[in-house]
């Protein structure tokens, strides 16, 4: 049943990454990063530079925890690293709310 939850937030890291890379590439805003919201953005280069590499460390965050959680689930159990890991994303996951909702306020 794990091994559900590990795969969904490997790919959302996985995803995360790609998205940050593509939107980088087309200096194009997805409703990724937008989180749907419609009005236009003041500075939309801007918007990207700031954000960019915020979400790489998501996305990275992410993948390792889904990496770490599989093999704490199916091959050796690693209860310590696990906990780290935990405290980790979270703390990520705070951390990139809190920027986002800067970047927010500051490029919209």
């Known amino acids: 049943m794990l091994i559900i939850f590990d795969a969904i937030i490997f790919i ?10 593509k939107m980088k590439r087309t200096q194009e805003l ?11 953005i003041r500075d939309v280069h801007g918007y990207i530079n700031y954000i960019y590499g915020r ?16 093999i704490n689930d199916y091959v050796a159990q690693l209860p310590y690293i696990m906990q780290a890991m935990m405290v980790l994303f979270l703390t990520v996951v705070v951390w990139f709310t809190i920027n986002i909702n800067r970047a927010k306020r500051q490029f919209w």
């Open 30 to 40: 997805s409703n990724f990063f937008t989180g749907g919201n419609m009005e236009p």
């Open 55 to 70: 979400t790489i460390v998501l996305g990275s965050v992410a993948t390792l925890f889904g990496i770490v959680g599989f």
């Open 12 to 21: 959302y890291g996985v995803y995360t990454i790609y998205s940050a890379i």
